[in-house]
């Protein structure tokens, strides 16, 4: 299994500002991927994080708001842009090797609070 | 990939087996099933996946219906660390290989309890 770090863990942020998440695996990963859980409901899945390309983002989600970078197999981040109260959340990075119908891991979430 | 249904919630005595019920008659040949929790406050945590086949391993079993139209997921002896929410997805690889996207449905929440 993918042993997967996100910094920072919790963060209190002003409404207008941005935030920046880092997401570090332990190992070469193909698939690495972020999600949001607002409060009291289930994962939705913002965009897979593709290496040296751009970010591919599901449907509600625009590249302007949740710039992605991974630069590399081991390490994304995802910055949320000009929050605002609505954006508190947690989010989740997640990896896989994507080979066949493999196993998803995901990382410990960061706990966003906007103001 | 296939839609799941899963009853909202459940409680189980702590010791005796949970069994966790979901549907997903949609689901087509090459679909798996998988099962993962979510503990409060920590990312999900995979348990186990299955194609037709029923699966054991150190966590759960994963009982897979002849028709694939259902599963049960068993946790053999529920113990309070146990408690948290059980998502059933049913997910697929693309043209290329890869896998499909993890879609996390609303889940079970399971309340084990002495």
């Known amino acids: 299994s993918a042993v997967i770090s996100q910094k920072p863990s919790r963060d209190i942020c002003q409404r207008g500002t941005s935030l920046t998440i880092q997401c570090q695996v332990d190992?070469?990963?193909?698939?690495m991927f972020w999600y949001r859980q607002q409060p009291g409901q289930s994962l939705t899945l913002i965009a897979t994080a593709n290496q040296g390309s751009e970010a591919t983002y599901e449907s509600g989600f625009v590249i302007d708001k949740f710039p992605i970078s991974r630069p590399n197999l081991t390490f994304s981040t995802l910055t949320v842009s000009n929050m605002s109260p609505e954006d508190s959340s947690i989010y989740l990075c997640?990896?896989?090797?994507?080979?066949?119908?493999?196993?998803?891991?995901f990382g410990p979430g960061t706990r966003l609070t906007v103001l | 990939d296939a839609k799941t249904t899963q009853p909202t919630s459940m409680d189980c005595a702590e010791g005796r087996a949970a069994n966790l019920p979901c549907n997903h008659s949609t689901i087509s040949g090459n679909e798996y099933v998988y099962w993962y929790r979510q503990i409060h406050s920590q990312g999900p945590q995979y348990i186990i996946h299955g194609l037709k086949n029923n699966e054991t391993n150190e966590m759960a079993s994963l009982i897979i219906t002849e028709d694939r139209k259902s599963s049960t997921l068993i946790l053999p002896h529920a113990t309070l660390r146990d408690t948290a929410v059980y998502y059933c997805?049913?997910?697929?690889?693309?043209?290329?290989?890869?896998?499909?996207?993890?879609?996390f449905g609303t889940g079970t929440r399971l309340q084990v309890t002495l």
């Open positions: 997805i049913v997910r697929g690889t693309l043209n290329t290989g890869t896998a499909s996207k993890l879609t």
């Open positions: 190992s070469q990963v193909t698939m």
């Open positions: 997640s990896v896989g090797t994507g080979q066949g119908v493999g196993e998803q891991f």
